[in-house]
């Protein structure tokens, strides 16, 4: 993605919101087009928010995806705290090779 202009976003939503919502939805199918068929998940998750936040106002949109985001990012530090326990313990097994350089 190109470098996001928030005040060319925050005035297309002011004078056509329903071009902003277009503009929103295009950005985003572009986005998880990228990830392939990794970023099902994200596509699914995506689903799944827009559905909870239909007909909701600005407001609640907004504090909805928080929420959202909020908890993502608890899932992704306890992933990285999973990784982080399991490095350390690669980083304590003995080395296979009893200290001899290979070959």
């Keep these: 993605m190109k470098n996001f202009d928030f005040d060319e976003w925050a005035n297309l939503y002011k004078r056509d919101p329903r071009a902003f ?18 970023a099902e998940q994200a596509r699914i998750a995506l689903r799944r928010l827009e559905k909870q936040v239909a ?18 990012l608890r899932q992704l530090n306890q992933r990285m705290d999973q990784l982080a326990a399991e490095m ?4 304590r097994r003995p080395d296979s090779t009893n200290g001899q350089q290979p070959g």
């Design 21 to 38: 919502e277009a503009r929103r939805q295009a950005m985003l199918a572009i986005e998880l087009a990228k990830g392939g068929k990794s």
């Design 55 to 72: 007909g909701q106002s600005d407001t609640d949109r907004i504090q909805t995806s928080l929420m959202w985001m909020i908890a993502s």
């Design 88 to 91: 350390s313990t690669v980083h």
